[in-house]
């Protein structure tokens, strides 16, 4: 049999309307898994290695959908940690980002912050030398 003739106009529509359709799968995703953490914030395992785990198994979850967590502090995209801090011996939960070039924590209370996803910034090309 013949094939149909496709325009490549009519290619672009379709592939037009795939990108929406995606994009409202990957939009009820985020929702479906934004709405999952916001029952664990304001929590904490109460032991570092375990608050470490389900930081490590969220980043995990977040990572195969493109996606970071906002910081509460400044908006930018960020990945959760839990870090060692004198006086919380559980842990503290930090937002992890780079900031005009240099790595920068925000956050810090000894439980799981509001979460708010947002799209994996592009990865940076390589970076400019100044002057
Ligand atoms: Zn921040």
């Given at each position: 049999?013949?094939?149909?003739?496709?325009?490549?106009a009519?290619?672009?529509?379709?592939?037009?309307?795939?990108q929406q359709?995606?994009?409202?799968?990957?939009?009820?995703?985020?929702i479906a898994?934004?709405?999952q953490?916001?029952?664990?914030?304001?929590?904490?395992?109460?032991?570092?290695?375990?608050n470490?785990?389900?930081?490590?198994?969220?980043?995990e979850v977040?990572?195969?959908h493109?996606?970071?967590?906002q910081?509460?502090?400044?908006?930018?995209?960020?990945?959760?940690r839990?870090s060692?801090r004198?006086?919380?011996?559980?842990?503290?939960f930090?937002?992890?980002?780079?900031?005009?070039?240099r790595?920068?924590?925000?956050?810090?209370?000894?439980a799981?912050?509001?979460i708010?996803l947002?799209?994996?910034?592009p990865r940076?090309?390589?970076?400019?030398?100044a002057?």
């Open positions: 049999m013949e094939p149909k003739l496709l325009t490549s009519e290619s672009l529509a379709k592939l037009g309307e795939l359709e995606l994009n409202r799968l990957q939009r009820k995703v985020r898994i934004q709405t953490l916001a029952s664990i914030t304001g929590h904490s395992l109460g032991d570092l290695s375990q470490r785990e389900l930081i490590a198994s969220i980043h977040l990572e195969s493109g996606l970071r967590i910081c509460v502090e400044c908006g930018h995209p960020a990945i959760l839990v060692p004198p006086g919380s011996p559980n842990g503290v930090v937002f992890d980002h780079t900031l005009d070039g790595r920068t924590f925000h956050g810090g209370g000894s799981v912050p509001p708010k947002v799209a994996k910034p940076k090309k390589h970076r400019r030398v002057g």
